[in-house]
């Protein structure tokens, strides 16, 4: 069954560093989304990303966050200077299609980045 | 906020179906109804979604009620596996639609 990969499985930065988080969606797969969950705390949706654009971001996604999808493989989250409170679970997802086949197609998402802020 | 309400845990005994609620009373017409369970801290798997119509698959059954403001997601056979969080999410398919997860409920299968 096709899979959503993230890499790395875990990252450890220092406060203030610049990390990228990224993911491989599924190969026919035109939405992309990254989500984020602290731990205990919800799943939060952060940006959602269509044909070669952004489509939608939360508030969570400032100025700090960009995405990318540098080729026609990847689709990359950068955070340029983390903060102890960017300390989460980054998913990264992919969905077939939306709108037009009425939601036939549910998320496929990765197992996710342990990213840690020290 | 999420637009949904379910109640925060249940339990129920290995090969008994499971049956989770969700209230989705403001549930519009377009609006599809999306389950997804979250494993430990792995990644949300999604299960099934439906419009109207009670749907089932290999995982699990969806049976909506008739004036679409609640539904019930049926885990017929549940194993130690199932022990998850279980989200129900109202959506639409739109160019802006996405995901929003509430707290979901918890499910505990024991043996």
């Known amino acids: 069954e096709p899979e959503v990969t993230q890499t790395p499985s875990h990252q450890v930065t220092q406060m203030g560093q610049e990390v990228i988080l990224r993911c491989v969606p599924i190969?026919?797969?035109?939405?992309f989304y990254w989500y984020r969950q602290i731990l205990g705390q919800k799943v939060e949706f952060l940006v959602s990303f269509y044909n070669n654009e952004i489509s939608e971001k939360s508030e969570i996604f400032d100025d700090q966050f960009s995405v990318e999808r540098p080729d026609g493989s990847n689709f990359t989250l950068k955070i340029r200077s983390t903060k102890l409170e960017d300390s989460a679970m980054y998913f990264c997802?992919?969905?077939?299609?939306?709108?037009?086949?009425?939601?036939?197609?549910?998320?496929?998402f990765g197992s996710g980045t342990r990213l840690t802020v020290v | 906020d999420a637009k949904t309400t379910q109640p925060p845990s249940m339990d129920c005994a290995e090969g008994r179906a499971a049956n989770l609620p969700c209230n989705h009373s403001?549930?519009?017409?377009?609006?599809?109804v999306y389950w997804y369970r979250q494993i430990h801290s792995q990644g949300p798997q999604y299960i099934i979604h439906g419009l109207k119509n009670n749907e089932t698959n290999e995982m699990a059954s969806l049976i909506i009620t008739e004036d679409r403001k609640s539904s019930t997601l049926i885990l017929p056979h549940a194993t130690l596996r199932d022990t998850a969080v279980y989200y129900c999410?109202?959506?639409?398919?739109?160019?802006?639609?996405?995901?929003?997860f509430g707290k979901g409920i918890t499910l505990s299968v024991r043996p």
């Open positions: 999410i109202v959506s639409t398919t739109g160019a802006n639609s996405k995901l929003t």
């Open positions: 190969s026919n797969h035109l939405y």
């Open positions: 997802a992919s969905s077939a299609s939306r709108g037009v086949t009425g939601g036939q197609y549910g998320y496929t």
């Open positions: 403001t549930i519009s017409g377009n609006e599809y």
